[in-house]
């Protein structure tokens, strides 16, 4: 079995998993204590999935004396509430609570606490119901079946065996390191605690050699990853840290990509090299470093700036649109999740065809406001068209009857100017020019009223505005690293 690599995952009573880890000190690689540990658990493993409950919690109980992980107290006390379960045995109920609570006291980080709470509340009151209500199967000298477990002790689900991994290194004190160093350090050798899934491990300590193994995860193994690291006397050592924590790292050719984030360590090659630190919303930082073999340099990189939040804009459309932010172009098309320094910016979304959608919003640090955008089409405007079109029809009828009374005029004016006796008062021209006179004015006045009316049908702001549903929630990852596990904790604020 040691020289099996896999991962161990837990699940404590009630179900659900998580990291679980240990404060004990891992053993020496080799070490005898170790191994009595592994074959015990072996065996305690079998007995369990056997059903002999009482062969299982002994095999725990020695692999517990051997080396003492919290995690083993866990399973001695899984055995004997299952074993209780299944018999409806008060006395083993007892035992279960009494492994629970030692476990639970030996390690102070355990991530199923409350749940491990919950069923030593549970299990102390089915012993009580099961010793006040004596059942045909509480006794060890009966052959009938025992008690149906109450509804609460069934409501916990089945416990499980909780399995362990181990990492340990020679020298100790080695950095762990889980699927690359741009996640930053996982934990120190030696360092025992569950992980789930594949993953590839990797140590590292200052003048020494990196090694790293590709583990997959078993959920229910004793697995022992142990390193051997061989010096790197020509090799020197950095630390590259930064005021803005997470910062990224790119070291001689940007191209490449980002090595890790800050803060960051390692061995490197001796001679002269260009470090990068960046973070969103400072001002990148550059230093020219030496390293030298054996020895010890360090980059410490103030980066100047603000924090910035994010602005994450999608929607129906948004492929075809333009995001502006203060003016100035933030994406050419969407969808578009961009840092934006903190403050109050003005946003606006355009689209040909569409009404821009247009929001003065303050932005937080640490936070991202998703804005789905839902922009309305621009209205058409073919009753203005049609207003112009009857406005240019009086202004042509007035146009025409102003000539036609125009002409009246200068007929008889032109026939008082040859000398002819003057018109007759009766003349109809007389008529007809008066006619067309107030008929030209009425056809003007007309012409300007729709055309005012044209105009004001032009500019009016038709149909429902563009809009949007906005959320802002701050979402931090920061590392977790306890005794026995680590990783990323997630926070978010609605």
Known sequence: MLAGVGVAAAQPAGGGGGAGGSGAPAAAPGDAALKIAQSAFDEGQVAFLSGDFDKAADNFKKAYDARPFPQFLYNIAASYH??????????????????????????????????????????EGEAKRLRATPTPGGGSGSSAPPAAPSKEVEQLGEAGIRGLMVIESSPQGATIYLDGKDKGPFGTTPWSGTVQGEHTISVEKRGYKIAEKRIAADPSKLTVLSF???????????????????????????????????????????????????????????QQIEVIAGEAAEVNAALKGSPVGYLNLRGPGIEDS??????QILCERGPC????????????????????????????????????????????????????VISA?????????????????????KQIDSGMPPPDQNDPRFQRGKIYAIAADAAF????????????????????????????????????????YAGLGLEVHW
Request: proline share 5%; net charge neutral.
């Open 322 to 327: 333009k995001i502006y932010v203060d003016d």
């Open 337 to 388: 999740r961009k840092p934006v320094k903190e403050g109050e910016h003005t946003i606006v979304i355009r689209r040909p065809g569409y009404k821009p959608y247009i929001r003065r919003m303050e932005i937080q640090a640490k936070t991202e406001t998703s804005i789905k955008v839902d922009l309305s089409p621009e209205p058409g405007r073919a009753d203005a068209i049609v207003t112009y």
């Open 228 to 286: 051997v690291i061989a010096e790197e006397d020509y090799l020197g050592w950095l630390e590259i840290k930064s005021n803005v924590p997470g910062a990224d790292i790119f070291l001689d050719d940007k191209a490449v990509g980002a090595i890790g984030k800050t803060p960051y360590s390692g061995n490197f090659k001796p001679g002269k090299h260009t470090v990068w630190v960046s973070a969103d919303g400072y001002d990148e930082y550059q």
């Open 82 to 123: 299952r074993k209780g379960k299944a018999k409806s045995d008060p006395d083993a109920y007892d035992k279960a609570v009494t492994y629970y609570k030692r476990y639970l006291d030996e390690d102070k980080n355990a991530q199923d606490r409350d749940k491990v709470e919950k069923a030593i509340s549970v299990l």
């Open 445 to 484: 006045g007309l012409a300007a009223i729709t055309a005012l009316t044209a105009v004001y049908y032009t500019f009016r702001e038709k149909g429902a505005p563009s809009a949007a549903t906005i959320d802002v929630r701050a979402v931090a990852l920061t590392p977790e690293i306890g005794p026995g």
């Open 393 to 413: 029809g009086f202004l042509g009828g007035g146009i025409y009857l102003g000539m036609q009374s125009s002409k009246l005029h200068d007929d008889i004016q």
